[in-house]
């Protein structure tokens, strides 16, 4: 069964303390992995996907990479504004179509 | 460019009543997902429209269907609402179900309340 496990499941930084939260995942023929922001009571907003290990994304203080079995998102000299819940989610099966599995999320608190 | 838009953004039910939400995907996308998120359970997948198609469902009982349009706006809805139904349900869109480049981009939810 497809399965996304994220670890911690809570984070507190001070600011500028860099870190890396983790997505493990098991899934049949990984598709597309998914990296989402949510703020409290706003959907997810995309950050990343990654298709195949050993792809590095970056955005900002972000950067996410993958292997064959899980994925990080470092996190680089975070700021306040960086607070929020990191979910992490999985595309895979051919005959899944569009569907995700997420994690339960990683909830990041950044102090200034 | 205007994003994933779903109404209404708060509604409260009573038990046993009937509930539609309605997406409106970004314009030119043609995949529609429905997501229901709880604090226990997480973001769990309900199902996916694909040119007015049922492309695939979740583990979720025959009270929640949905469907698409042919402008491809979708609805959902959950019929003989129960107190568990309480959720943030959240609508995703996509140009196509999946693929190298397809971003899937998600509304800012709708939030039931079954009292």
């Known amino acids: 069964e497809d399965q996304v496990t994220q670890s911690p499941e809570a984070l507190r930084l001070q600011e500028g303390e860099s870190s890396s939260l983790n997505c493990s995942y098991t899934?049949?023929?990984?598709?597309?992995l998914f990296w989402y922001r949510q703020d409290p009571g706003k959907g997810p907003e995309f950050l990343f996907t990654?298709?195949?290990a050993g792809e590095e994304k970056e955005k900002e203080r972000l950067k996410a990479t993958l292997t064959k079995k899980e994925s990080f998102l470092h996190i680089t000299a975070p700021k306040p504004e960086d607070s929020a819940t990191y979910l992490c989610a999985v595309q895979g099966g051919y005959n899944q179509g569009g569907k995700l599995i997420f994690g339960q999320g990683t909830e990041l608190s950044v102090k200034p | 460019k205007a994003g994933v838009t779903q109404t209404p953004r708060y509604l409260i039910k009573t038990r046993g009543q009937q509930v539609t939400l309605s997406c409106s995907p970004i314009?030119?996308?043609?995949?529609v997902s429905w997501y229901q998120q709880t604090p226990g359970q997480g973001l769990q997948f309900l199902f996916e429209?694909?040119?007015?198609?049922?492309?695939n469902k979740g583990n979720f009982p025959g009270r929640f269907s949905g469907r698409q349009f042919s402008n491809s706006r979708s609805e959902m809805n959950v019929s003989t609402l129960e107190l568990g139904d309480s959720a943030l349900y959240l609508c995703?869109?996509?140009?196509?179900?999946?693929?190298?480049?397809?971003?899937?981009?998600f509304g800012e939810g709708s939030w039931l309340t079954v009292v």
């Open positions: 429209y694909f040119s007015e198609t049922q492309r």
């Open positions: 899934v049949s023929g990984l598709r597309g």
């Open positions: 314009s030119g996308h043609r995949s």
């Open positions: 995703a869109s996509s140009l196509v179900s999946s693929g190298p480049g397809n971003t899937i981009y």
């Open positions: 990654l298709y195949s």
